[in-house]
């Protein structure tokens, strides 16, 4: 099995920035990919951002230029920083862990989520 622990959520100014952790454990020989989703309240699940194992990046529009995904493959640590925050980004985000495990099984891993709400 593999687990994730996301850390760093909370309420953002407009304007201000936080960065999201999320570090993965267990069985995890390697990983693919490492992205991170948000879902608001009413509205489906959205992914923000992804990065795979060969560096390569992709944003959904709403947040190009403002946040950056980037990871720390010995820590199997995923992070989100996340500037010049509006009030639509409110939403529980979740990090997303695909990979396979010792056996050669892929899996695909949630975190728990944390909330982001940003509002003055």
């Known amino acids: 099995q593999v687990q994730l622990v996301e850390s760093g959520g909370g309420l953002a100014q407009p304007g201000g920035s936080l960065r999201l952790s999320c570090a993965a454990s267990?069985?995890?020989?390697?990983?693919?990919?490492m992205a991170w989703y948000r879902q608001a309240p009413g509205k489906q699940r959205e992914l923000v951002a992804a990065?795979?194992?060969?560096?390569?990046?992709n944003y959904v529009d709403s947040v190009k230029d403002r946040f950056t995904i980037s990871r720390h493959n010995v820590k199997k640590t995923v992070y989100l920083q996340m500037n010049s925050l509006k009030p639509e980004d409110t939403a529980v985000y979740y990090c997303?862990?695909?990979?396979?495990?010792?056996?050669?099984?892929?899996?695909?891993?949630w975190g728990q989520g944390t909330q982001v709400t940003v509002s003055s």
């Open positions: 990065l795979n194992s060969g560096g390569s990046t």
């Open positions: 267990g069985n995890i020989f390697s990983i693919t990919t």
């Open positions: 997303n862990v695909r990979g396979l495990g010792y056996e050669g099984l892929d899996f695909g891993s």
